[in-house]
């Protein structure tokens, strides 16, 4: 399985952004899905997690009611939108297949990151 996380950029603060992972190969969409963040010096944090049919959902409070995860399985496509970006979500995001947990130790597959940085 291969994960391409795409559409990172520079936004200011309150702005939005969609972030996508698309997966090639063996398909996902049988697998959950997650996003995760890592800022400079700092560990990979969980961000946003969904089951492989999208029935359920998980968040970190950090991020609870401003950003949605969600999935196509018929383009084996995750997606992250981020609304009220803040500063504080400056980080690398990757996406990651093949658990539905907040520890990024239970997932096999990731994307290579894509930088998101917010301006205030």
């Known amino acids: 399985v291969q994960l391409q996380a795409s559409g990172g950029g520079l936004v200011q603060a309150g702005g939005s952004l969609r972030l996508s992972c698309a997966a090639s190969?063996?398909?996902?969409?049988?697998?959950?899905m997650a996003w995760f963040r890592q800022a400079p010096g700092k560990e990979r944090d969980f961000v946003a997690a969904?089951?492989?049919?999208?029935?359920?959902?998980d968040y970190a409070n950090s991020v609870k009611g401003r950003f949605t995860i969600s999935r196509d399985n018929a383009k084996n496509t995750v997606y992250l939108q981020m609304n009220s970006l803040k500063p504080e979500d400056t980080a690398v995001y990757y996406c990651?297949?093949?658990?539905?947990?907040?520890?990024?130790?239970?997932?096999?597959?990731w994307g290579q990151g894509t930088l998101v940085t917010v301006s205030s």
């Open positions: 190969g063996r398909t996902v969409s049988r697998f959950p």
């Open positions: 990651a297949a093949g658990a539905y947990d907040s520890s990024p130790s239970l997932y096999g597959y």
């Open positions: 969904i089951t492989w049919s999208g029935g359920s959902t």
